[in-house]
């Protein structure tokens, strides 16, 4: 079997659970890496012990949408402490550091108001900032409108960067927008890109026949870091998750077996620890 390459699990909740020990307040992890870069280099350290190969810098929502309303800092500040706190944390272990972008928080043309060349240039910013910054590779993930994703990628490939693209899809094998397996290969298979499959929204089990129509249907690299399961939502609003490291493990096995996945971690609900049960699984094949 062809070399997997490990990737890291959920950040997000890492994040806030480091700053309620600490006494930190709750807020957009994003905002961490100027306020509390210590926890964010604590996370990557975390995820390059267990095996993580390619970790995803603190930059999901980093976007202009939500940084000035949320913050008096740029997108590129804010960028640029994710890429170096994550590069500073990681020296010495070989880990390489992805520029990691999500979907806007608003819908682009035909589902919402913001136009085709704003959505390009919004994410154009933050790619920009990322490239320079000195980040290794771009992660597209979770989005879930072509149209969006299309946009990031054309943002993405104005640099030399690797660009790795995965969209959330639901049980019935189409994203919440109707977006197909086969519509994604279509679309964006002559864009250039490194790889791409499938992060978020399933827990491992219902994202396996997923991936096996993505190996059916591509002969590109693909990209498998399914959720924990589904959440359970707690009386106090936080999610559990109920897919342990070793169920998670046993279902990637399954996964892995399409033949086609060359870059695996986690989605939701996942951490470190998930991350050393697929790097023993790995190591088996």
């Known amino acids: 079997m062809s070399k ?19 006494g930190i307040p709750k807020a957009s992890v994003w905002t961490y890496n100027l306020t509390h870069p210590e926890i964010v280099a604590e996370v990557a350290r975390e995820y390059a012990e267990a095996g993580c190969e390619i970790i995803c810098s603190n930059t999901f929502g980093a976007n202009r949408l939500t940084v000035e309303r949320e913050s008096e800092a740029s997108v590129a500040e804010v ?9 500073e944390a990681l020296l010495g272990t070989g880990a390489r550091v992805a520029l990691d972008i999500g979907p806007l928080p608003v819908m682009t043309e035909p589902y919402g108001d913001l136009e085709e060349d704003e ?3 919004i994410f154009d910013e933050v790619v920009q900032a990322g490239a320079k910054a000195g980040a290794d590779c771009i992660f ?6 072509l149209e969006m994703l299309q946009a990031a990628v054309r943002a993405a490939k104005k640099t030399d960067l690797p660009v790795f693209c995965s969209m959330s899809f639901e049980a019935s094998g189409k994203t919440l927008f109707g977006v197909s397996v086969e519509d994604m290969i279509e679309e964006l298979e002559p864009m250039g890109i490194e790889a791409l499959g499938m ?17 059916e249907k591509t002969e590109l690299p693909l990209f498998f870091k399914p959720n924990a399961g589904m959440p359970v939502i707690g ?37 470190p620890d998930f991350i050393k049960q697929l790097k023993e699984l790995t190591a088996q094949l």
Not at 140 to 145: D, P, R, V
Not at 243 to 258: D, K, M, Y
Request: with cysteine; aromatic share 6%.
């Open 140 to 145: 597209l993930e979770t989005f879930m409108q």
């Open 235 to 271: 009386s106090d609003g936080t999610a559990s998750y109920t897919v342990s490291p070793e169920e998670f493990s046993e279902q990637a096995r399954i996964a892995l077996q399409t033949g086609r996945i060359r870059y695996l971690g986690g989605c939701c609900g996942t951490n």
């Open 79 to 87: 960028v640029d402490a994710a890429i170096r706190t994550a590069k």
């Open 119 to 121: 959505t390009e240039e």
């Open 199 to 215: 992060n978020c929204s399933l827990g491992p089990d219902l994202a396996v026949p997923v991936i096996r129509e993505f190996a």
């Open 4 to 22: 997997i390459t490990l990737l890291d699990g959920a950040q997000g909740t890492l994040l806030w659970q480091k700053a309620a020990e600490r």
